[in-house]
C-alpha cells in the first residue's frame, strides 16, 4: 500500500492544484481524502472528518449514494458517450431536461448544457449578446455584475467575477463588463438600516445603467445569494428593487444558481427564495450532488423562443454538453431529492435548526456575527467585535481557523476572516450538533492561538 508521506512526495511533484501557493503546500503536505460516506470523510491516516463544505458546496445528497452509483454503471454499459451535436441528442439528456424544466420556474422550460458552472457562465457571456443581436440590438453588449462575485474560473467567467486577484493574473476582465457593489451589510454598511443599504446597493444598478445608457446593457448577473464571497445574504429590499429594475430597462436578469440550486436555500433554487423572474440560471455542482462533472444554463421561454426562430445557428456548445454518464446521474440525484423530500426538509427542519445552533456561537469573543439561510452559513471573525474592527490579516486569521477546524474533524472554508459552511442537505440533526461543537471548539483553540 502506499504511504500517506508517498502519495503527498507524488502530488508535490506532479500535480497543480488549483487556486494554490504550491511553496506552502509543499511545506505543509497535502491531506488525501480516500473515502467517504453520508457527511463524512476519511483521509488517508484514517481521520474522520465531517465535511461542512459538502466537498465544494455540492454534495447535497451526502456521500455512497448506491442509485447514483447504479445510475452511472448501467449508463455507461448502454452507452458511455455520444454528443449532442449534428442532429443527436440521447436518452438520459432528455430526461434530464425535461426533470429540469419541471422543477425550474414555469417560465423556464428549455437547458443547455455544459460540463461546469464556470463553462455554463461563459456560455451566458455569449448567449446573451447573441440574444440581442437576434432581436436586432446587437449594441446591448455590456454586462454589469457586481464585486467580490465568484463566476468561475475560465476567462468569461472570472471576467465577470469581481474578485480582484483573478483579474491581476492575465489581464482579466475583458472588456464589456462593468461592475457594482455588493449587498454585504455587515462588512460595507453596518451604520445603516439594513434594508435602507439593500435599497441603495440595488439601485446602483439603475445609476448604472443610466450611466452606460440602457440600450447598450445586456444584463446583470448575480448570486442569489454569494458563495464564495462569504455567504453574503442580502437584505430583504434587494432582490425586488432588481427585478424592478431590470424590468424596466429590459435588461436581462442572470441568475448563478451554482450554489444555491438544488436545494441549498430549503427551495429548488434560489430564486424561488426571493421570488425573482430570472431569463437565464448557471447551474452545475448540486445538479449532479458533485458525483459526475455536469452543469447547465437554464433558459427562459421568451429567449429560447427568440433562439428557435432566428434562423441562425448559436456556434457555442462543448464535447461533453449533455453527457449521458453525467446526465443519467443528475437525473437520479433529482429523484433522490424529490423522493426524499429533501428540500422540504432543509426548509421545514433542518435550516432553522441549523440556525438556531449556529447562532449560539455568536456569543463568542472572536464572533461579530453568525448568518445563515437555508443550510449555508457564515461565522464572521473579529478582532474586536465591540468597535467592529476586523483583523488586519483576514486571510491569514481565516486559514488559519480552517487548519485548526480540520484538525478538530471538521471541514470549514476560510473566506477571508468569515468561516464558511454549507454541509450535505442530509445531515442529520445529531451532526449538525456535532458540527457546531467543533466549530466552537476551533473557536476557542483559534483564540488561544491568537493570544500566544
Ligand atoms: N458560479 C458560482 C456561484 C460558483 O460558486 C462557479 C460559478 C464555477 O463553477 P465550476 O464548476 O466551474 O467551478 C462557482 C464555483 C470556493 C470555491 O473555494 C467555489 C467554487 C469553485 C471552487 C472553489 O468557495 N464555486
Not at 1 to 29: I, N, V, Y
Not at 130 to 145: R, T
Not at 214 to 226: G, L, N, S, Y
Request: charged share 25%.
Amino acid at each position: 500500500m502506499t504511504t500517506t508521506a508517498e502519495l503527498q512526495a507524488l502530488d508535490a511533484q506532479h500535480h497543480l492544484h488549483p487556486f494554490t501557493d504550491h511553496g506552502d503546500l509543499a511545506k505543509k503536505g497535502t491531506r488525501v481524502i480516500d473515502r467517504a460516506e453520508g457527511v463524512f470523510l476519511y483521509d488517508s491516516e484514517g481521520n474522520k472528518i465531517l465535511d461542512g463544505m459538502a466537498g465544494l458546496w455540492c454534495v447535497n445528497v451526502g456521500y455512497g449514494r448506491e442509485e447514483l452509483i447504479n445510475a452511472a454503471t448501467e449508463q455507461m454499459r448502454q452507452l458511455p458517450y455520444y454528443n449532442s451535436f449534428f442532429q443527436c441528442t440521447t436518452p438520459p439528456t432528455i430526461e434530464l431536461a425535461r426533470q429540469l424544466s419541471e422543477l425550474a420556474p414555469a417560465h423556464i422550460n428549455h437547458v443547455f448544457f455544459t460540463g461546469s458552472g464556470s463553462e455554463s457562465n461563459d456560455t451566458i457571456f455569449r448567449l446573451v449578446r447573441h440574444f440581442w443581436a437576434c432581436k436586432g440590438k446587437p449594441e446591448k453588449k455590456v454586462i454589469i455584475a457586481r464585486n467580490n462575485a465568484y463566476h468561475g474560473s475560465t476567462v468569461a467567467g472570472a471576467s465577470l467575477g469581481g474578485m480582484k486577484p483573478m483579474h491581476e493574473q492575465g489581464d482579466l476582465p475583458v472588456p464589456g463588463i462593468e461592475r457594482i457593489n455588493q449587498p454585504y451589510w455587515f462588512g460595507e454598511g453596518f451604520d445603516e438600516d439594513p434594508n435602507a443599504f439593500g435599497l441603495r446597493v440595488a439601485q446602483e444598478l439603475e445609476a448604472k445603467i443610466k450611466a452606460i445608457g440602457e440600450d447598450k446593457v445586456a444584463a446583470f448577473i448575480a448570486e442569489p445569494i454569494q458563495g464564495a464571497g462569504g455567504v453574503v445574504i442580502p437584505p430583504e429590499t434587494y432582490w425586488p428593487e432588481i427585478q424592478r429594475i431590470c424590468d424596466v430597462y429590459e435588461i436581462l436578469l442572470v441568475a448563478d444558481e451554482v450554489i444555491c440550486g438544488f436545494g441549498r436555500t430549503g427551495e429548488w433554487f434560489g430564486s424561488d427564495y426571493f421570488g425573482i423572474k430570472p431569463d437565464l440560471m448557471a447551474i452545475a455542482k448540486g445538479l449532479s450532488s458533485g458525483y459526475l462533472p455536469i452543469g447547465g444554463v437554464l433558459v427562459a421561454d421568451h429567449i429560447a423562443e427568440t433562439l428557435k426562430s432566428s434562423g441562425e445557428e448559436f456556434y457555442h456548445g462543448f464535447t461533453y454538453s449533455g453527457h449521458p454518464t453525467a446526465a443519467a446521474v443528475a437525473s437520479a440525484n433529482l429523484k433522490i431529492l424529490k423522493d426524499e423530500g429533501i428540500v422540504e426538509r432543509v426548509k421545514n427542519e433542518l435550516a432553522p435548526y441549523f440556525a438556531d445552533k449556529l447562532k449560539q456561537l455568536a456569543d463568542h469573543e472572536l464572533v461579530g456575527e453568525v448568518r445563515t439561510l437555508g443550510l449555508l452559513g457564515a461565522i464572521e471573525l473579529m478582532k474586536d467585535k465591540s468597535k467592529h474592527e476586523f483583523f488586519e490579516n483576514k486571510g491569514a486569521v481565516g486559514t488559519l481557523c480552517r487548519d485548526i477546524s480540520v484538525g478538530n474533524g471538521l471541514v470549514m472554508r476560510g473566506v477571508g476572516s468569515t468561516m464558511i459552511l454549507s454541509p450535505p442537505l442530509v445531515i442529520k440533526k445529531e451532526e449538525i450538533d456535532l458540527l457546531v461543537e467543533r466549530a466552537r471548539k476551533s473557536l476557542d483553540d483559534l483564540a488561544i492561538r491568537l493570544k500566544a
